[in-house]
Protein backbone atom coordinates (compact mmCIF):
# COMPACT_ATOMS: atom_id res chain seq x y z
CA UNK A 1 0.00 0.00 0.00
CA UNK A 2 1.79 3.27 -0.91
CA UNK A 3 2.13 5.94 1.77
CA UNK A 4 1.29 8.76 -0.43
CA UNK A 5 -1.70 10.98 0.43
CA UNK A 6 -5.10 10.35 -1.21
CA UNK A 7 -6.32 14.00 -2.30
CA UNK A 8 -9.39 14.22 -2.73
CA UNK A 9 -10.29 16.78 -5.97
CA UNK A 10 -13.48 19.05 -5.52
CA UNK A 11 -15.47 19.36 -8.00
CA UNK A 12 -14.91 22.54 -10.39
CA UNK A 13 -18.07 24.56 -10.87
CA UNK A 14 -19.20 25.09 -13.69
CA UNK A 15 -18.96 28.99 -14.09
CA UNK A 16 -20.90 29.31 -17.13
CA UNK A 17 -24.10 27.31 -15.36
CA UNK A 18 -24.09 29.72 -12.26
CA UNK A 19 -23.78 32.88 -14.33
CA UNK A 20 -26.74 31.38 -15.70
CA UNK A 21 -28.63 30.62 -13.04
CA UNK A 22 -27.78 34.18 -11.64
CA UNK A 23 -29.35 35.66 -14.58
CA UNK A 24 -32.53 33.53 -14.50
CA UNK A 25 -32.66 34.77 -11.02
CA UNK A 26 -32.83 38.35 -11.62
CA UNK A 27 -35.17 37.85 -14.52
CA UNK A 28 -37.00 36.63 -11.67
CA UNK A 29 -36.95 39.23 -9.52
CA UNK A 30 -37.08 41.64 -12.02
CA UNK A 31 -40.27 40.45 -13.50
CA UNK A 32 -42.20 39.99 -10.03
CA UNK A 33 -41.82 43.71 -9.06
CA UNK A 34 -42.23 45.02 -12.44
CA UNK A 35 -45.61 43.39 -11.97
CA UNK A 36 -46.20 44.39 -8.50
CA UNK A 37 -45.41 48.06 -9.02
CA UNK A 38 -47.69 47.72 -12.48
CA UNK A 39 -50.38 46.34 -10.08
CA UNK A 40 -49.83 48.97 -7.75
CA UNK A 41 -49.81 51.56 -10.45
CA UNK A 42 -53.49 50.31 -12.05
CA UNK A 43 -55.22 50.54 -8.42
CA UNK A 44 -53.30 54.13 -8.34
CA UNK A 45 -55.09 55.42 -11.06
CA UNK A 46 -58.49 53.78 -10.77
CA UNK A 47 -58.44 55.66 -6.72
CA UNK A 48 -57.48 59.04 -7.98
CA UNK A 49 -59.29 59.40 -11.00
CA UNK A 50 -62.72 60.25 -9.14
CA UNK A 51 -60.89 62.53 -7.50
CA UNK A 52 -59.70 64.61 -10.01
CA UNK A 53 -62.62 67.36 -10.81
CA UNK A 54 -63.04 71.11 -11.42
CA UNK A 55 -62.17 72.70 -8.36
CA UNK A 56 -59.68 70.16 -7.15
CA UNK A 57 -56.57 71.81 -5.89
CA UNK A 58 -53.19 69.95 -7.58
CA UNK A 59 -51.61 69.63 -4.70
CA UNK A 60 -54.56 67.34 -2.83
CA UNK A 61 -54.91 65.33 -5.69
CA UNK A 62 -50.43 64.74 -5.82
CA UNK A 63 -50.42 63.98 -2.24
CA UNK A 64 -52.89 61.54 -2.35
CA UNK A 65 -51.47 59.58 -5.31
CA UNK A 66 -48.28 59.86 -3.74
CA UNK A 67 -49.52 58.66 -0.24
CA UNK A 68 -51.48 56.05 -2.15
CA UNK A 69 -48.79 54.46 -3.62
CA UNK A 70 -46.97 53.83 -0.25
CA UNK A 71 -50.49 52.66 1.37
CA UNK A 72 -50.42 49.94 -1.40
CA UNK A 73 -46.57 48.91 -1.04
CA UNK A 74 -44.64 50.41 -3.55
CA UNK A 75 -42.41 53.99 -3.73
CA UNK A 76 -42.51 56.93 -6.07
CA UNK A 77 -40.43 56.28 -8.96
CA UNK A 78 -40.69 60.05 -9.56
CA UNK A 79 -42.81 63.00 -8.49
CA UNK A 80 -46.39 63.18 -9.10
CA UNK A 81 -46.82 65.23 -12.29
CA UNK A 82 -49.81 67.32 -12.91
CA UNK A 83 -50.01 69.03 -16.87
CA UNK A 84 -52.90 71.17 -17.19
CA UNK A 85 -53.98 72.79 -21.18
CA UNK A 86 -50.39 73.59 -22.39
CA UNK A 87 -48.07 72.30 -19.97
CA UNK A 88 -46.52 68.86 -20.99
CA UNK A 89 -44.21 67.83 -18.35
CA UNK A 90 -42.52 68.52 -14.94
CA UNK A 91 -44.94 70.45 -13.00
CA UNK A 92 -45.53 69.30 -9.53
CA UNK A 93 -46.78 71.09 -6.86
CA UNK A 94 -43.83 73.32 -5.32
CA UNK A 95 -42.29 73.34 -1.69
CA UNK A 96 -44.69 76.76 -1.22
CA UNK A 97 -47.77 75.59 -2.29
CA UNK A 98 -48.55 77.66 -5.50
CA UNK A 99 -52.48 77.09 -5.25
CA UNK A 100 -53.09 75.61 -8.51
CA UNK A 101 -57.12 74.52 -9.04
CA UNK A 102 -58.34 72.46 -12.07
CA UNK A 103 -60.44 75.27 -13.78
CA UNK A 104 -63.64 74.46 -16.12
CA UNK A 105 -62.47 73.78 -19.19
CA UNK A 106 -59.20 72.56 -18.36
CA UNK A 107 -56.96 69.23 -19.94
CA UNK A 108 -55.58 67.78 -17.55
CA UNK A 109 -52.76 65.17 -17.77
CA UNK A 110 -51.77 62.45 -14.57
CA UNK A 111 -47.81 60.90 -14.76
CA UNK A 112 -47.23 58.31 -12.00
CA UNK A 113 -44.23 56.06 -11.27
CA UNK A 114 -43.83 53.15 -8.86
CA UNK A 115 -41.13 51.71 -8.22
CA UNK A 116 -39.81 48.24 -5.86
CA UNK A 117 -36.01 48.20 -5.28
CA UNK A 118 -35.54 50.44 -8.13
CA UNK A 119 -37.56 48.69 -10.88
CA UNK A 120 -40.13 50.83 -11.77
CA UNK A 121 -43.11 51.72 -14.18
CA UNK A 122 -44.08 54.73 -15.45
CA UNK A 123 -47.66 55.66 -16.68
CA UNK A 124 -49.99 58.38 -17.48
CA UNK A 125 -53.43 59.37 -18.49
CA UNK A 126 -55.83 62.20 -19.37
CA UNK A 127 -59.14 63.86 -18.24
CA UNK A 128 -60.62 66.63 -20.34
CA UNK A 129 -62.97 69.09 -18.78
CA UNK A 130 -62.81 71.14 -21.73
CA UNK A 131 -66.12 70.52 -24.58
CA UNK A 132 -64.43 72.89 -27.57
CA UNK A 133 -64.76 70.81 -30.36
CA UNK A 134 -60.93 70.96 -31.24
CA UNK A 135 -60.27 68.89 -28.94
CA UNK A 136 -62.81 65.72 -28.62
CA UNK A 137 -60.58 63.60 -30.19
CA UNK A 138 -57.35 64.67 -28.54
CA UNK A 139 -57.37 62.05 -26.45
CA UNK A 140 -58.58 59.35 -28.66
CA UNK A 141 -56.18 60.49 -30.89
CA UNK A 142 -53.33 59.60 -28.38
CA UNK A 143 -55.28 56.53 -27.75
CA UNK A 144 -55.20 55.27 -30.54
CA UNK A 145 -51.23 56.02 -30.93
CA UNK A 146 -50.51 54.44 -28.26
CA UNK A 147 -52.23 51.22 -29.05
CA UNK A 148 -50.89 51.20 -32.93
CA UNK A 149 -47.72 51.86 -31.19
CA UNK A 150 -47.84 48.49 -29.15
CA UNK A 151 -48.70 46.33 -31.75
CA UNK A 152 -45.55 47.30 -33.49
CA UNK A 153 -43.73 45.80 -30.59
CA UNK A 154 -41.21 42.77 -31.19
CA UNK A 155 -37.52 42.20 -30.88
CA UNK A 156 -35.51 43.54 -33.59
CA UNK A 157 -37.79 46.46 -34.72
CA UNK A 158 -36.49 50.17 -35.06
CA UNK A 159 -38.25 52.68 -32.88
CA UNK A 160 -37.95 55.26 -35.62
CA UNK A 161 -40.43 52.72 -37.22
CA UNK A 162 -42.96 53.08 -34.37
CA UNK A 163 -42.47 56.60 -34.32
CA UNK A 164 -43.49 57.74 -37.86
CA UNK A 165 -46.48 55.19 -37.50
CA UNK A 166 -47.36 57.73 -34.02
CA UNK A 167 -46.66 60.98 -36.30
CA UNK A 168 -49.17 59.86 -38.94
CA UNK A 169 -51.82 58.81 -36.46
CA UNK A 170 -51.70 62.01 -34.40
CA UNK A 171 -51.48 64.04 -37.28
CA UNK A 172 -54.39 61.98 -39.08
CA UNK A 173 -56.54 63.82 -36.40
CA UNK A 174 -55.01 67.21 -36.92
CA UNK A 175 -53.11 67.41 -33.69
CA UNK A 176 -49.55 67.54 -33.39
CA UNK A 177 -47.06 64.84 -31.68
CA UNK A 178 -44.33 66.70 -29.57
CA UNK A 179 -40.60 66.40 -30.99
CA UNK A 180 -38.78 66.82 -27.51
CA UNK A 181 -40.91 64.14 -25.67
CA UNK A 182 -41.88 61.03 -26.46
CA UNK A 183 -41.18 56.93 -24.98
CA UNK A 184 -38.32 56.00 -23.66
CA UNK A 185 -36.36 52.66 -22.38
CA UNK A 186 -36.49 52.52 -18.65
CA UNK A 187 -33.52 50.44 -16.26
CA UNK A 188 -33.22 49.95 -12.87
CA UNK A 189 -33.19 53.15 -10.73
CA UNK A 190 -33.27 54.90 -14.35
CA UNK A 191 -36.65 56.45 -15.33
CA UNK A 192 -34.95 57.29 -18.95
CA UNK A 193 -32.49 55.10 -20.14
CA UNK A 194 -30.50 54.62 -22.99
CA UNK A 195 -32.64 53.88 -25.93
CA UNK A 196 -35.51 56.01 -26.91
CA UNK A 197 -38.91 56.31 -28.87
CA UNK A 198 -39.68 59.41 -30.61
CA UNK A 199 -42.94 60.61 -31.66
CA UNK A 200 -41.35 61.73 -35.14
CA UNK A 201 -40.83 59.55 -37.90
CA UNK A 202 -37.21 61.47 -38.94
CA UNK A 203 -35.85 61.37 -35.38
CA UNK A 204 -32.95 58.70 -34.62
CA UNK A 205 -34.38 55.50 -33.17
CA UNK A 206 -33.19 52.45 -31.09
CA UNK A 207 -33.56 48.60 -31.88
CA UNK A 208 -36.01 47.05 -29.14
CA UNK A 209 -34.52 43.88 -27.82
CA UNK A 210 -36.10 41.03 -25.40
CA UNK A 211 -36.14 42.00 -22.17
CA UNK A 212 -36.00 45.62 -22.55
CA UNK A 213 -38.24 47.71 -20.73
CA UNK A 214 -40.46 50.51 -22.18
CA UNK A 215 -42.44 53.01 -21.46
CA UNK A 216 -44.68 53.97 -25.03
CA UNK A 217 -45.46 57.68 -23.97
CA UNK A 218 -47.22 59.60 -26.59
CA UNK A 219 -48.19 63.61 -26.25
CA UNK A 220 -50.64 65.29 -28.76
CA UNK A 221 -50.86 68.80 -29.31
CA UNK A 222 -52.69 71.75 -31.08
CA UNK A 223 -49.87 73.94 -30.97
CA UNK A 224 -46.98 73.43 -33.30
CA UNK A 225 -45.47 70.12 -31.39
CA UNK A 226 -42.14 71.74 -29.32
CA UNK A 227 -42.33 72.57 -25.74
CA UNK A 228 -39.67 75.06 -24.46
CA UNK A 229 -38.03 74.95 -20.50
CA UNK A 230 -40.00 77.59 -18.23
CA UNK A 231 -38.01 79.28 -15.20
CA UNK A 232 -40.27 77.02 -12.77
CA UNK A 233 -38.57 73.62 -11.55
CA UNK A 234 -39.67 71.43 -7.80
CA UNK A 235 -38.23 67.91 -9.48
CA UNK A 236 -34.56 67.64 -9.15
CA UNK A 237 -32.13 64.23 -9.57
CA UNK A 238 -28.78 63.14 -8.53
CA UNK A 239 -25.81 63.69 -10.65
CA UNK A 240 -23.92 60.15 -10.74
CA UNK A 241 -20.92 61.43 -12.71
CA UNK A 242 -20.59 64.34 -10.71
CA UNK A 243 -16.95 64.26 -9.10
CA UNK A 244 -15.82 64.85 -5.55
CA UNK A 245 -16.73 68.94 -4.84
CA UNK A 246 -16.56 70.03 -1.25
CA UNK A 247 -19.66 71.54 0.06
CA UNK A 248 -19.78 74.36 2.29
CA UNK A 249 -23.33 74.39 3.64
CA UNK A 250 -24.11 71.38 6.26
CA UNK A 251 -27.51 71.09 4.58
CA UNK A 252 -25.81 70.39 1.42
CA UNK A 253 -24.22 67.62 2.86
CA UNK A 254 -27.33 66.42 4.69
CA UNK A 255 -29.82 66.37 1.80
CA UNK A 256 -26.84 64.83 -0.89
CA UNK A 257 -26.62 61.92 1.52
CA UNK A 258 -30.23 61.85 2.00
CA UNK A 259 -30.51 61.81 -1.52
CA UNK A 260 -28.10 59.25 -1.96
CA UNK A 261 -29.72 56.52 0.36
CA UNK A 262 -33.22 57.12 -0.35
CA UNK A 263 -33.62 58.53 -4.01
CA UNK A 264 -30.50 57.11 -5.44
CA UNK A 265 -30.85 58.42 -8.94
CA UNK A 266 -34.38 58.52 -9.03
CA UNK A 267 -36.26 62.00 -9.53
CA UNK A 268 -37.67 63.61 -6.36
CA UNK A 269 -38.95 66.80 -5.38
CA UNK A 270 -38.03 69.38 -2.46
CA UNK A 271 -41.57 68.91 -1.17
CA UNK A 272 -40.42 65.45 0.31
CA UNK A 273 -37.37 66.81 1.60
CA UNK A 274 -38.77 69.41 3.82
CA UNK A 275 -40.99 66.55 5.31
CA UNK A 276 -37.12 65.04 6.73
CA UNK A 277 -35.36 68.47 6.74
CA UNK A 278 -37.09 71.52 8.95
CA UNK A 279 -34.82 74.55 7.26
CA UNK A 280 -31.86 74.44 4.88
CA UNK A 281 -34.18 72.75 2.54
CA UNK A 282 -33.79 75.61 -0.39
CA UNK A 283 -30.21 76.81 0.57
CA UNK A 284 -29.13 73.53 -0.17
CA UNK A 285 -30.59 72.28 -2.96
CA UNK A 286 -28.89 75.69 -4.55
CA UNK A 287 -25.32 75.08 -3.36
CA UNK A 288 -26.08 71.27 -4.78
CA UNK A 289 -27.34 72.58 -7.75
CA UNK A 290 -24.34 75.02 -8.37
CA UNK A 291 -21.92 72.36 -7.91
CA UNK A 292 -23.62 70.18 -10.22
CA UNK A 293 -24.06 67.31 -7.61
CA UNK A 294 -27.67 67.49 -8.61
CA UNK A 295 -29.60 68.06 -11.74
CA UNK A 296 -32.80 70.59 -12.16
CA UNK A 297 -35.78 69.31 -14.01
CA UNK A 298 -37.40 72.33 -15.14
CA UNK A 299 -41.72 72.80 -16.63
CA UNK A 300 -42.28 71.49 -19.92
CA UNK A 301 -44.33 73.66 -21.94
CA UNK A 302 -46.16 74.85 -25.24
CA UNK A 303 -46.99 78.17 -25.88
CA UNK A 304 -50.15 79.46 -23.95
CA UNK A 305 -53.28 78.92 -25.05
CA UNK A 306 -52.97 74.99 -26.67
CA UNK A 307 -53.43 71.92 -25.42
CA UNK A 308 -51.52 68.40 -24.62
CA UNK A 309 -53.11 65.07 -24.12
CA UNK A 310 -50.73 62.43 -22.59
CA UNK A 311 -51.23 58.38 -22.37
CA UNK A 312 -48.70 56.26 -20.78
CA UNK A 313 -48.27 52.81 -20.36
CA UNK A 314 -44.99 50.40 -19.55
CA UNK A 315 -44.47 47.12 -21.49
CA UNK A 316 -41.49 44.80 -21.34
CA UNK A 317 -40.38 43.09 -25.14
CA UNK A 318 -40.90 39.54 -24.79
CA UNK A 319 -39.97 37.00 -27.91
CA UNK A 320 -43.47 37.19 -28.94
CA UNK A 321 -44.03 40.93 -29.34
CA UNK A 322 -44.79 42.39 -25.42
CA UNK A 323 -46.64 42.03 -22.28
CA UNK A 324 -47.97 45.33 -20.15
CA UNK A 325 -47.75 45.95 -16.68
CA UNK A 326 -49.97 48.95 -16.23
Keep these: MSDKKIIKKKPI ?11 EEEKRIKLESLEKAGEIAKKVKEYIKPKIKVGSKALDIISDTEEKIKDLGGLCAFPVNIGINNIAAHYTSPLKDDGLIINENDLV ?9 GYLVDTAFTINFNE ?20 MIKPGINTQKIGKK ?7 FNYRPIKELGGHQIERWTVHGKKALPELGNQGGDVMEEGDVFAIEIFSSTGIGSVHSSNTCSIFELNPYAGRIPLRRKSSKRILGYVNKNFKTLPFTDRWLSKE ?18 RSHYVLAEKKGTYIAQLEETIIVTDEGYRQFT
Design 132 to 151: DKTLENIIVATDTALEAAKM
Design 109 to 117: KIDLGVHIE
Design 277 to 294: FQIGVTFGLQELIQQRKI
Design 13 to 23: KKIGEEKLKEN
Design 166 to 172: IENIIKG
